[in-house]
């Protein structure tokens, strides 16, 4: 008993976490004969519309509408098959009409996603990043149970199987909020987006869409951007590679917005306006080698690329001028230096040439005269007396005159 209990439960489980793979459509018909057209099943996970029909009608013309678009193709065949291409998104419901051509008959069908109205997931959004990396993102319906759990599945084309999310964030409720992918690989075709909600006791509509994965790559700066610049003639040629992406390699495929602005404006005044160009080379005219500029690029792809439109991520900011005027620090360089050498030489000249008993005379000690020796008093004595001598030579020499 518990064991067959255990297996209903899964069983539920498994319906309420898996969508079912044929819906279930509210038709009425036009036109005044009979409706031959009838039994149409849609299968949403291969885009598939079928019928049956009691008349052998040559060719039949299928529409699709929903609020995201409108959708029509013809067939010979009973089975209109949309391409995930031409696919919109179903999870707001759409509107099938199957019309026999040149006859005035068309079953037209109402798809209703089932579930509580407002329990779908709310501003859902992925983000491709580093290259392989994705990280998508969403709320619970604004209607769901607080205990509804959602599950996000995807299939990057028709070719692949659908994969469901392997690492999930979580909220305050410990409900699936996010989820982040490794290894994604960008193709050139539609990606299908499908997040189911479950709960044990209601039905929680589905929210599905469909997009090409460049279109929400948000592209890496550009690479090895470099400025070389000149003073005479003034003027700085700067060039960089495009950014790294894993589906391109064509570097035709990119355009590039320059933005250089003087680093001593202040931010009231107004912004020099940025340059775009198709190239990975720009010559900046406008260079003064006195003021400082701030450079940094981002790109975006070309229109007839499969990348994204929208502007990627800055580089790196780099410097480019503000030189300092060297002259006047040569000229004081000069002049100090010069004052050291004539101050040395004037020091080594007086050194050389110089005494410093003559330049710095010594100041005599008073003696005692008890202390001077006997032969300086003897030698004090003679000179005297030769003096003396001298004088009376001088005297009688005038005398005789």
């Keep these: 008993m518990f064991d067959a209990l255990g297996l209903t439960c899964m069983i539920c489980w498994c319906m309420m976490l898996f969508c079912p793979l044929h819906a279930n459509l509210q038709c009425m018909g036009s036109g005044t004969q009979e409706f031959p057209i009838s039994n149409l099943t849609l299968n949403r996970r291969r885009m598939e519309l079928s019928w049956q029909s009691s008349k052998n009608f040559s060719s039949y013309e299928c529409t699709m509408a929903t609020n995201f678009g409108h959708r029509q193709i013809k067939v010979k065949n009973k089975m209109c098959r949309f391409e995930v ?69 995807w299939q990057n084309s028709r070719d692949d199987d659908q994969v469901e999310c392997e690492l999930y964030t979580k909220d305050e409720n410990d409900r699936n909020t996010g989820c982040k992918f490794q290894n994604v690989t960008i193709k050139d075709k539609t990606t299908y987006f499908l997040v189911n909600g479950s709960h044990k006791a209601f039905l929680i509509q589905f929210y599905d869409n469909y997009t090409k994965l460049y279109t929400i790559e948000r592209l890496p700066p550009p690479l090895n951007v470099t400025a070389n610049c000149t003073s005479n003639p003034g003027g700085c040629i700067i060039t960089w590679q495009h950014p790294l992406l894993s589906h391109v390699e064509n570097a035709d495929c990119f355009e ?21 160009v198709a190239e990975n080379k720009y ?75 003559r330049i710095l005379p ?8 008890l202390d001077i020796p006997a032969e300086e008093d003897i030698q004090t004595e003679n000179v005297l007396l030769s003096q003396k001598s001298c004088t009376e030579e001088v005297t009688m020499i005038e005398e005789m005159t």
């Design 283 to 357: 010559e900046f005219q406008s260079y003064n080698a006195r003021k400082k500029n701030i450079l940094k690029i981002r790109a975006r792809g070309k229109r007839r690329c499969s990348v994204n439109r929208k502007w990627g991520e800055w580089s790196d900011s780099i410097e480019i001028g503000g030189e300092k005027d060297y002259f006047i620090f040569v000229i004081l360089l000069l002049i100090a230096v010069g004052t050291i050498l004539v101050t040395l030489l004037h020091y080594c000249l007086c050194k050389r040439y110089c005494s410093s008993k």
């Design 362 to 369: 010594p100041i005599p000690q008073p003696r005692d005269k």
């Design 256 to 276: 590039y917005e320059i933005n250089i602005q003087n680093k001593d404006k202040t931010p009231k005044e107004k912004k020099d306006p940025p340059v775009i």
């Design 85 to 153: 291409e031409d696919s919109v998104p179903l999870y707001r419901g759409a509107v099938f009409t199957i019309t026999v051509l040149k006859i005035s008959i068309s079953k037209i069908c109402r798809f209703i996603p089932e579930g509580i109205n407002g329990s779908a997931i709310e501003n859902f959004s992925c983000v491709i990043y580093d290259i392989s990396l994705m990280n998508c993102t969403w709320q619970a319906g604004r209607n769901a149970p607080g205990d509804t759990q959602y599950f996000l599945y």
